[in-house]
């Protein structure tokens, strides 16, 4: 299935505000998530090392390259504030890896060619405006590397107010199926879309089974050991459920966790958050009937740039126990 009949194919849900927006979102969501999984499951994923040692993978920047040309054709005026850019890419040591790039996009983009690719890619050194999106095209990169979880994290921000969030978790079971792909507009609710079969549900943050906290795989993604010592002042003693990227938001919006903690740790006290790796997640959360702040209750501030440089750390819960975790992290210094 290619691009156009991906979007022909969005079905069609509650019509109302940013409808065309959801929709687009939806369709360049599922497309850039059949190309993660395409790379993951039919060719060996590579890491390329990125100036600060991080790694990124062809299906990083594939998933990019789909995200932002359906952004730029549906809304062209719109800027995109990503994570990924070609700079890297069209560097001469790494021709083999654009060229892979573009032959992933163009399975499903017949027209791509190497210099739309990267230049797709670029659409995402955008700033942040009155009106924007955001997009972390593969959250979680280890994890993809790993097998494990991951997610597409795409969200519309206006006027600082995330109205669109999409966030695709290929990996994330779905009743008997894997695959989810959960879409929340503000006043709108969350749905929960299996990318295997396209069945749809409403979603609540009503614990589904024990409740429990969720965190991060690797260590130095927020202070873990404190994050359970808080988790279990408040009551929250099952083991807690471990995974990579936001999919961590999908399952505190289902029930399957009460508590997403994200502290800061001593080690980097100037560290602060990237708008792209919450965005889509706070309001999937926000929109299940959840609450999503920094450490301090302070609502997360998408208006000062690619960073959340006005919050720190981050508290996703179910509601009712959020206020009990603010105040034991009131009396603490970070």
């Known amino acids: 299935m290619d691009y156009e009949d991906e979007k022909r194919d969005c079905d069609t849900y509650d019509r109302g505000n940013y409808d065309r927006e959801k929709q687009v979102a939806i369709a360049a969501t599922t497309l850039a998530a059949k190309l993660c999984e395409a790379v993951r499951h039919h060719r060996t994923p590579e890491a390329i090392a990125k100036p600060d040692h991080s790694p990124v993978t062809i299906a990083d920047f594939g998933a990019q390259a789909i995200i932002c040309r359906a952004i730029t054709d549906a809304f062209p005026n719109d800027p995109i504030v990503a994570e990924e850019d070609a700079a890297l890419l069209r560097q001469p040591q790494l021709a083999e890896q654009l060229e892979a790039v573009t032959a992933q996009v163009r399975s499903h983009i017949p027209t791509a060619t190497v210099g739309l690719v990267a230049d797709w890619i670029d659409r995402g050194n955008g700033k942040v405006g009155s009106r924007y ?8 990169t280890k994890g993809f590397l ?114 997403y903690l994200r502290l800061p740790r001593s080690q980097t006290p100037d560290y602060r958050e990237n708008i792209w790796d919450h965005a889509a997640g706070a ?35 179910n509601g009712d126990l959020h206020d009990a975790v603010l105040a034991i992290l009131s009396s603490e210094v970070f």
């Open 146 to 259: 790993r097998g494990d979880q991951y997610a597409i994290a795409l969200a519309l921000i206006e006027d600082g107010d995330i109205k669109v969030g999409v966030l695709g978790c290929p990996a994330l079971p779905v009743g008997e199926e894997t695959g989810a792909l959960f879409v929340a507009v503000r006043g709108q609710g969350t749905v929960l879309i299996s990318l295997q079969s396209g069945s749809f549900q409403q979603v609540s943050v009503v614990a589904s089974g024990e409740m429990r906290l969720t965190e991060s795989i690797e260590a130095g993604h927020g202070n873990l050991s404190r994050q359970r010592q808080v988790a279990a002042a408040i009551g929250l003693t099952a083991t807690p459920v471990a995974m990579d990227s936001q999919a961590k938001y999908g399952v505190v919006a289902r029930g399957e966790a009460a508590l």
């Open 133 to 140: 999106w955001t997009l972390d095209p593969i959250d979680g």
């Open 283 to 317: 309001i999937v959360v926000e929109e299940a009937g959840g609450k999503v702040t920094d450490i301090y209750g302070k609502a997360l501030d998408f208006t000062a740039g690619a960073k959340l440089i006005h919050n720190r750390g981050i508290v996703a819960s």
